[in-house]
């Protein structure tokens, strides 16, 4: 069967920073892989890369066999993604917000109105749609981005790091609509994220990067058993020894982020 994704020898360097090392991974299709790592690890410039936004430096990608080098509209077309930066308009409805990225996505006119009512739905802000996206929680807006990606119906669901800066309730909501969607689909999804417990409890198998480069692979039972400790945190502990701390899981620089989307 042909990969979701298949990354092979990937390096990309910013001047003389070396953000992305040689790593090479395969995302299976209808999986919920997690690529995860502390800030700076990478994860960022590699969904930019294969989401066709960074063209990649040395090494392959293909997204369902498709080069993103070389067939960049096509792998667009087949790709729905929540970047980091906030992508919904706050003076916009968030059904205005969903049947634009409709039109910009070609969905066929005939066909938005009832997409962009069946992503509200699924995402769970029909009560909301028609207010103005200022007034929405930190949640729903992630939701609403998650809706404004799924209405072009993708075959890979791309988001980095859907959850940051959320509360624990909110955060639940989030993973919530994103295993219903996957199970209804059957899409693929890949997901960065640096909370390892959320990783341990929906991903499907995770990539642990730290400093451009993969330091293990697998499901996350079995990262567990094959390190000392008792959860994903340990195994990343494990694998980077000390460097954790000071490539740092600090949120600080998360929370700077998300203070500055919502506000
Ligand atoms: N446009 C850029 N110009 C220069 N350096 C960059 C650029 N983008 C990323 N970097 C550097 O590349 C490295 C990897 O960054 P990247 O954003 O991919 O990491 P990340 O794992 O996604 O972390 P974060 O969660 O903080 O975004 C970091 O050292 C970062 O400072």
Redesign the pocket.
Known sequence: MTSAVRIDGLRHR?KE?V?VDGISLEVRPAEIFGLL?P???????TIRVLTTLLRPQEGSVAVFGLDVAKRRMAVRRLIGYVPQALSADAALSGRENVALFARLFDVPRRERKERTQGVIEAMGLTDAADRPAATYSGGMIRRLELAQALVSAPRLLVLD?PTIGLDPVARNGVWERITEVRAQTGMTVLV?T?YMEEAEEHCDRVALMHRGRIRALGTPAELIAEAPGESLDDVFRAYTGDDLDVGGFSDV?ATRRTARRLG
């Open positions: 910013f920073t953000a790592g800030n700076g690890a990478g994860k960022t410039t790091e960065t640096h620089r």
